[in-house]
């Protein structure tokens, strides 16, 4: 059987193997071999092809990558050219007692003392460079006390961002200078929400550049309105020598339900104008002195409800401030003086009757007051440049100015008595500094910093500790 099989098959393959032979191409040995490296040359240049194209992808991708990131650091920077963005926060904890304060009633007298007042002030500083004769200046501000739920009421224009609220951003100012050129003399045109708030001498006691055109004495407080400032120096040879005339509106009525419309009570608006002239005071490099008048037209009752016209009010003031007056000590001195034209209009308080500084409206009256101070830098390297200062003011019976908006929320610039206040000032570095102090105030006379009514003697007294942590950057 294995026989057959075998015959079998050597026939089949007898019969199979030309057909096999006419299909089948041979070659000699060394021209395989050849075939075959080329064969590994190419894969492999394939294969480097293949790394370097994707080599060449992951460039292209990284370049594209590049210039994205170099688009975005010129899109920051024409930003950054245009508008510089700073910020500040204060922390600040205050110890307040009341002493002898008299109920509403004019009557009775209690004590009052918050021992643990805390606060948050928030500010986002803006500038900007629009043009060579445009400069913008802008800060908004939330200014709150820890937790605090409540509405404020007491609260009106001039004060809106200086008097703990809510956290909502408010505008604290926002304008702009236009130098105009080719004026006989420099003219700069300062518009909008204007810089009158924190003013000479409260740069010592802030530590920090001056901050507002008016000293703070006359006015402090948050203003809009439309400034001309016309540079002398050239004309009176006084460095930085200038006159400012300023107008803006205390109040300006309109109706709830028209706005673009007088009130319908027929109020008049209290309109204010100011002349400022300042200079630096000769032989005393980076010294300031300035002779303001300002006069205010149809004082109104109550920003937040007016009912009447109640007259006029005029202000005059000097103000002196020279740093460095000798080694590390800086001093200044003001002066002001006010007067009433009442009209003979009077409103119903919860305290009888009142006119302009007076309860019957029809007396006017004149007040005046001086605010003076010194600040020391302490000679030991190892603190930094810390410094203690001391500052005092004293207001008459009828003294009153344009200070509602206060950085200190009892407005002790404002005081029908005596003021003094005690500090010692940590700066950390450039950015970062600390502060604290007492602050005792004896009333002589009630309605400090009211226009309203006929002041009477009183034995009010209000002391504060305070300490507070300032960044600014």
Aim: glycine share 8%; net charge negative; with cysteine.
């Amino acid at each position: 059987m294995s026989r057959k099989i075998a015959i079998i098959l050597t026939l089949f393959l007898l019969l199979v193997s030309p057909v096999l032979a006419r299909e089948m191409i041979t070659i000699p040995a060394d021209s395989y071999e050849r075939l075959l490296e080329r064969l590994e040359r190419l894969e492999k240049r394939v294969s480097e092809l293949e790394q370097k194209q994707e080599k060449t992808r992951q460039e292209t991708k990284e370049e594209i990558n590049d210039i994205y990131d170099t688009l975005d650091t010129v899109e920051t920077k024409i930003l950054k050219d245009k508008l510089d963005i700073g910020a500040e926060l204060r922390t600040r904890v205050d110890f307040y007692a009341l002493h002898d304060t008299l109920y509403p009633d004019g009557l009775r007298k209690k004590d009052l003392h918050n021992d643990n007042f805390w606060s948050n002030r928030f500010r986002l500083n803006l500038e900007a460079k629009i043009s060579k004769n445009l400069l913008f200046h802008g800060r908004l501000a939330v200014y709150k006390n820890w937790a605090d739920s409540d509405r404020v009421t007491m609260y009106a224009d001039p004060n809106r961002v200086h008097v703990p609220d809510d956290t909502t951003l408010k505008l604290d100012r926002a304008y702009v200078d236009w130098i105009i050129p080719d004026f006989p003399l420099p003219l700069a045109i300062t518009f909008g929400r204007q810089p009158s708030t924190e003013g000479p001498p409260f740069e010592f006691k802030e530590n920090r550049p001056r901050q507002s055109t008016y000293p703070a004495l006359l006015f402090d407080g948050e203003a809009d309105g439309i400034v001309a400032t016309f540079g002398l120096e050239r004309i009176l040879h006084i460095r930085n020598c200038g006159l400012r005339i300023a107008y803006g509106k205390g109040y300006q009525s309109d109706d709830d339900d028209r706005i673009y419309l007088d009130d319908r009570m027929g109020l008049d608006d209290l309109d204010v104008l100011g002349l400022f002239f300042e200079g630096e005071i000769p032989h005393f490099p980076g010294s300031l002195f300035v002779i303001s008048y300002v006069n205010g037209w149809n004082f109104v009752d109550n920003p937040l409800g007016a009912r009447e016209n109640l007259g006029d009010m005029q202000l005059f003031g000097v103000h002196l401030q020279v740093p460095n007056l000798f080694t590390g000590f800086d001093a200044f001195f003001s002066y002001g003086v006010n007067w009433s034209d009442p009209n003979g209009q009077t409103v119903m308080m919860p305290f009888g009757p009142a006119g302009l500084l007076s309860d019957d409206g029809k007396d006017d009256h004149t007040g005046w007051a001086i605010y003076t101070g010194f600040r020391y830098r302490l000679p030991f390297s190892y603190l930094k440049g810390a410094r203690v200062g001391f500052e005092y003011n004293h207001g008459s019976k009828y003294w009153f100015s344009f200070t509602q908006g206060s950085t200190e929320i009892y407005n002790k610039l404002a005081t029908r008595g005596d003021v003094f206040d005690w500090y010692y000032l940590q700066p950390f570095n450039r950015y970062f500094f600390f502060r604290t102090g007492f602050t005792y105030i004896d009333y002589d006379y009630t309605l400090s910093g009211w226009h309203l009514g006929q002041p009477h003697k009183t034995s009010e007294e209000l002391t504060n500790f305070y300490m507070l942590l300032d960044i600014r950057f």
